[in-house]
């Protein structure tokens, strides 16, 4: 069972930055499974969108319009998940969700969907103002 506990959200002007952090259980560098995980965010009036994703294997994917401005990673032990959010903007605003998912079988990359993620975090609120 992985748990996920996200924290580092707030308040910034735009032009600024931010890092989210998630705690991870459950699920470390030694296990068996490498799980893919990712940042959803959900903006207010608007679905759960995938923000960007790494999988068991370091590889990263970006939706394009956080490319060149956040970057996912996680620690060595994959004990916490990151996302350093730079040149923030309003549109960025929103709750933050981690979320995790054993891969499947023909799986080539993560999946962008969120119907896909089993375990989620609660979230942490980003609020960027102009």
């Known amino acids: 069972q992985v748990q996920l506990s996200e924290s580092g959200g707030g308040s910034v002007q735009a032009g600024g930055s931010l890092r989210l952090s998630c705690a991870v259980s459950?699920?470390?560098?030694?296990?068996?499974?490498?799980?893919?995980m990712a940042w959803f965010r959900r903006a207010p009036g608007k679905e759960r969108e995938e923000v960007a994703s790494?999988?068991?294997?370091?590889?990263?994917k970006y939706a394009d319009s956080v490319k060149g401005r956040f970057t996912i990673s996680q620690d060595n032990a994959k004990s916490t998940l990151y996302l350093q959010m730079n040149s923030l903007k309003p549109e960025d605003t929103g709750m933050y969700y981690c979320?995790?998912?054993?891969?499947?079988?023909?799986?080539?990359?993560?999946?962008?969907?969120?119907?896909?993620?089993?375990?989620w975090g609660q979230g942490t609120q980003v609020t960027v103002s102009s």
């Open positions: 979320a995790a998912v054993a891969p499947r079988s023909g799986w080539v990359e993560c999946p962008a969907s969120e119907v896909y993620f089993k375990y």
């Open positions: 459950g699920y470390t560098a030694r296990s068996s499974t490498k799980y893919c």
């Open positions: 790494i999988d068991g294997d370091g590889r990263t």
